[in-house]
């Protein structure tokens, strides 16, 4: 009877702590889309004042897209045009990710020695039919991303466009 009730207990402490895993992932997913969407804002915000989005449900990839393009072709756009343009690049990564981090399934998985791993599912269709799109971040990568990529935001948000006096 008394392995039962072990059982029974170890059981619920393993779900209480895939629920607090489940919890901490989902925190740091929160936090990278927080992140993201920082710097889609301020492109927005640009690509508004420089009168280049022609249409206003972009996805974020197209609006980085167009400001890079921008940038390289209008070279005093932005005090330092060469620094903006490698932040751009540097969040070009974090973008691509971004789609599957906001819409995939969130699982916990573990290591041998009990790292927590992230493991983000998204089914993709295309012409063969449904593909499943996996991406593995381990917990404490995930705490550097995040850092990294509040860094990079908060450096891309300070750069402003070079006022034209009129």
């Known amino acids: 009877m008394e392995q039962v009730s072990l ?11 895939i629920k607090e895993n489940l919890s901490s992932g989902n ?12 710097i889609e804002f301020w492109l927005c915000n640009s690509l508004h004042q420089l009168k280049l989005a022609k249409k206003e449900n972009l996805f974020v990839g197209r609006k980085l897209s167009i400001m890079i393009d921008a940038v390289k072709k209008t070279p005093d756009m932005f005090k330092n045009n060469l620094e903006v343009e490698a932040l751009l690049e540097q969040f070009k990564a974090y973008a691509q990710i971004r ?10 998985s573990s290591k041998g020695n009990s790292k927590i ?15 499943l799109t996996a991406m593995a ?8 991303i995040n ?3 509040a860094r990079l935001a908060n450096q891309i948000k300070q750069q402003e466009l070079v006022k034209e006096d009129t």
Do not use: W
């Open 7 to 17: 059982s029974k207990e170890l059981k619920k402490r393993h779900r209480q702590e």
């Open 27 to 38: 925190g740091l997913r929160g936090e990278f889309l927080h992140h993201c969407s920082k």
């Open 99 to 108: 789609t599957t981090m906001a819409h995939a399934h969130l699982e916990i």
């Open 117 to 131: 791993v992230y493991l983000f599912t998204m089914p993709k269709y295309n012409k063969e039919g449904r593909e």
């Open 137 to 144: 971040v381990e917990h404490q990568a995930f705490i550097t």
């Open 147 to 149: 850092s990294d990529l």
